[in-house]
């Protein structure tokens, strides 16, 4: 069986003093969260867990459901790769999301993040006033944020940009940054030591994922073979939180994108109103927009009225809200159904 070392993941003294409270289960640490299921990296390799029906019946708030980041308490199912988490370690930091217009208020997107990339762009998402946001989502949290600059080959006034940026950085490092030349993400690299947990945080579009695919040298979608299948299917599975090559890790999962999503109150309907109005030009109401007949997106496209780049924009910010969406559905119809089970139960004792 394999030992995997859970200090490159993370475990510091911090957690293996918490974790001696709980002796009779071992320890792990969140590595995705997919629909049910949490994926959880232990000594012994990744396991799939679910909460244990009794930790979750004393649920409070969303905010205490495990999330990517967390190191839990569980235990193992003999002979399976499969684990049931019953408690959750103390956050060192916590990235909350809030839900607008439900009673959903809070929702943990990830936890325990030591150092936050906030990337801006230095041509068009150059924005001070959005910096300081940022900066104060970083502060909050609890991790320690640090400045990327990013497409500096698109600026020639670099000079005078990083000046601006650190008068509002408020002591925050600023990191100038390319991603087109070979060593232009270099100095990132003193920031990703063995343990430490990084997140990155921009709008869309300034270059996050390319550079977490350079620091990881490939590009992050692994594919995973499913054993014990006997037709030997492959599927993609997106591990949210990455060990990196040069030691570190870093956590990217559509949540703590969707925080650095909006500018301002305005929803996607408000930045796309162009996509909003071809769409409604669709031939068909359950329009898919892939080869339909009549397609007003497709036709868009073809005749250059609509960029095939915008398209895409649009498209992956309308997953990444569905994602959301998806969670919270989930987690409300869970819960009820938990707390239901809890308290029939509780009655049929009586
Ligand atoms: N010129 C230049 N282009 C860059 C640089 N970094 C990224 N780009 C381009 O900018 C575009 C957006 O980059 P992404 O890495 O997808 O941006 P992102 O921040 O991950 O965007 P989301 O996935 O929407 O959050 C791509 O076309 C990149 O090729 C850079 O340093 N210089
Ligand atoms: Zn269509």
């Not at 502060?139 to 670099?158: E, F, H, M, Q």
């Amino acid at each position: 069986m394999s030992t995997i070392d859970l200090a490159k993941y993370g475990l510091t003294d911090r957690y293996e003093t918490l974790m001696r409270q709980y002796p009779e289960y071992s320890v792990g640490r969140i590595v995705s969260q997919e629909k049910g299921f949490y994926r959880v990296i232990t000594s012994c390799g990744e396991q799939i867990a679910e909460i244990s029906g009794k930790y979750r019946y004393q649920i409070n708030t969303p905010s205490e459901y495990p999330a990517v980041g967390d190191f839990v308490m569980l235990n193992s199912i003999e002979n399976s790769n499969r684990a049931v988490i019953h408690q959750i370690l103390p956050r060192k930091s916590v990235f909350m999301r809030k839900n607008a217009g439900t009673n959903f208020t809070e929702q943990v997107v990830a936890a325990n993040i030591d150092t936050l990339f906030i990337c801006m762009s230095l041509n068009n998402d150059f924005n001070l006033r959005r910096l300081e946001r940022f900066l104060s989502i970083g502060w909050n949290s609890g991790a320690v944020p640090v400045i990327v600059l990013t497409k500096a080959d698109l600026c020639d006034d670099v000079k005078s940009k990083q000046y601006e940026v650190e008068l509002t950085a408020n002591g925050a490092d600023v990191l100038i940054t390319s991603s087109m030349g070979k060593d232009g993400y270099q100095k990132i690299l003193p920031y990703l030591k063995e343990g430490v947990t990084t997140a990155m945080l921009g709008s869309s579009g300034v270059g996050k994922s390319t550079l977490i695919n350079l620091l990881l040298g490939k590009n992050h979608q692994d594919t995973q073979e499913i054993r014990g299948d006997d037709k030997g299917r492959h599927t993609t599975t997106r591990r949210e939180l990455i060990l990196l090559p040069s030691g570190g890790m870093i956590i990217d999962t559509p949540g703590i994108r969707e925080l650095g999503m909006w500018d301002s109150a305005s929803g996607l309907e408000k930045t796309f109103t162009d996509i909003e109005a071809i769409i409604n030009d669709c031939r068909y109401k359950d329009c898919t927009h892939t080869c339909e007949p009549g397609c007003a997106v497709l036709s868009a496209i073809q005749n250059g009225n609509l960029s095939a780049e915008r398209w895409k924009s649009y498209q992956k910010l309308q997953s990444e809200n569905a994602f959301m969406e998806d969670a919270k559905d989930y987690f409300t119809k869970k819960e009820k159904k938990y707390k239901e089970i809890a308290k029939l139960n509780k009655s049929l004792r009586k």
